[in-house]
C-alpha cells in the first residue's frame, strides 16, 4: 500500500530547498579560519564582532554572517585562497593566512556571537554584511560602518537616514581596533532593527 500524498491547501505549493534555512550552513559552509580575513598580528588589523538577534532581542545562534569589503588600498580584486583543500584528505583547512580576499563567512555560535579579523576598507566606510538565519527566506544585506572611518559625513545612505536609523549602521567602539555591530533582525519594542538594504 503507498504513503499518502500530502494534503495542501488549492493552489499552494511546499517551499522549495531555496525558500528554506538550515540547517544547511552549519554542515556545508563555514570553513576553517573564515573569519580571519587577516591573520593575528596583521598591521593595523581590526576586530569587528556583534550579536545577531531576533526580535524578540534573543540570539540566534544559527545564523551565518557574510563580510565583503575592498582592500586597504580601494581595490576590490579579491584573491583566491580562502577554500584550500588538504592535497592528502580533500578535507577542508582554509586560509593560508597571506592573501587579503576581501571575504570573511562566520556562524554564530550558541550565545548568537559572529567575530571577524580584518583591515579598515579603503575608499569606503563601511564594510558590506550579509546575514542568513532560520526564519528568513531570503538572506538579509547591511553595512557596518566604522565608527572612526573617513567620509561617513559624504556616506549617501547614512546622509539619508534619521538619526535613530542611522545609528543602527554605525559600529560601537569597544576598544582599540575593536567594533562592536549587533544586527537586531526586528524591532524589539526597545532597540531598532537594523537597517537592511535591498538590491532587488
Same mark, same amino acid.
Given at each position: %500500500? ?24 552549519? #554542515?556545508? /559552509? ?6 580571519? %580575513? ?20 534573543? $540570539? ?22 580562502? /577554500?584550500? @583543500?588538504? $592535497? ?9 593566512? /597571506? ?21 579598515? $576598507?579603503?575608499?569606503? $566606510? ?18 557596518? #560602518? ?19 536609523? @542611522? ?8 576598544? *582599540? ?6 544586527? @537586531?533582525?526586528? #524591532? ?5 532593527? *537594523? ?6
Amino acid at each position: %500500500m503507498s504513503s499518502p500524498t500530502p494534503i495542501t491547501a488549492p493552489g499552494t505549493l511546499a517551499p522549495t530547498p531555496s525558500q528554506t534555512v538550515g540547517p544547511f550552513y552549519g #554542515y556545508a /559552509l563555514p570553513f576553517a579560519g573564515g573569519g580571519d %580575513m587577516v591573520p593575528v598580528g596583521h598591521p593595523g588589523a581590526v576586530v569587528l564582532h556583534g550579536h545577531v538577534l531576533d526580535g524578540a532581542g534573543a $540570539p540566534v545562534p544559527d545564523a551565518l554572517v557574510e563580510v565583503w569589503q575592498p582592500a586597504p588600498d580601494g581595490s576590490r580584486r579579491g584573491a583566491p585562497g580562502s /577554500l584550500r @583543500r588538504d $592535497p592528502v584528505t580533500g578535507a577542508v583547512i582554509g586560509r593560508h593566512g /597571506l592573501t587579503f580576499t576581501g571575504f570573511g563567512r562566520v556562524p554564530t555560535d550558541a550565545d548568537g556571537h559572529y567575530a571577524v579579523r580584518t583591515v579598515p $576598507p579603503g575608499g569606503v $566606510p563601511y564594510v558590506a554584511i550579509t546575514v542568513f538565519a532560520r526564519g528568513l527566506t531570503h538572506h538579509l544585506h547591511t553595512r557596518a #560602518y566604522l565608527h572612526d572611518a573617513a567620509g561617513l559625513a559624504e556616506d549617501r545612505l547614512l546622509s539619508r537616514l534619521p538619526e535613530q536609523r @542611522r545609528a543602527t549602521l554605525l559600529t560601537t567602539p569597544e576598544d *582599540t581596533g575593536v567594533h562592536r555591530f549587533d544586527i @537586531r533582525l526586528q #524591532y524589539d519594542g526597545v532597540h531598532e532593527e *537594523t537597517v537592511f538594504l535591498d538590491f532587488g
